[in-house]
């Protein structure tokens, strides 16, 4: 047998968020979201940045949101 490490990218909590945001799409989209959710969450790790709170902030930036 082939042994396979596996890495948990997302919390319960991210994943209960991101199923609520994947509900909205089907198919083929909802697969191509998931996958570059995935992504983009294993690359922020990977440079100790939090994926969640880089999104906030690109989002509030997007909608012109001020600190």
């Not at 948990?8 to 994947?22: C, I, M, N, Q, Y």
């Not at 799409?25 to 996958?35: E, N, P």
């Amino acid at each position: 047998p082939i042994s396979v490490a596996v890495t948990t990218v997302f919390s319960d909590t991210e994943r209960l968020a991101l199923g609520g945001f994947l509900a909205g799409y089907g198919g083929q989209t909802r697969d191509a979201y998931s996958s570059d959710l995935r992504q983009y969450a294993t690359w922020c790790t990977s440079h100790g940045l939090s994926w969640v709170l880089l999104v906030v902030v690109v989002a509030a930036l997007a909608v012109g949101v001020v600190w």
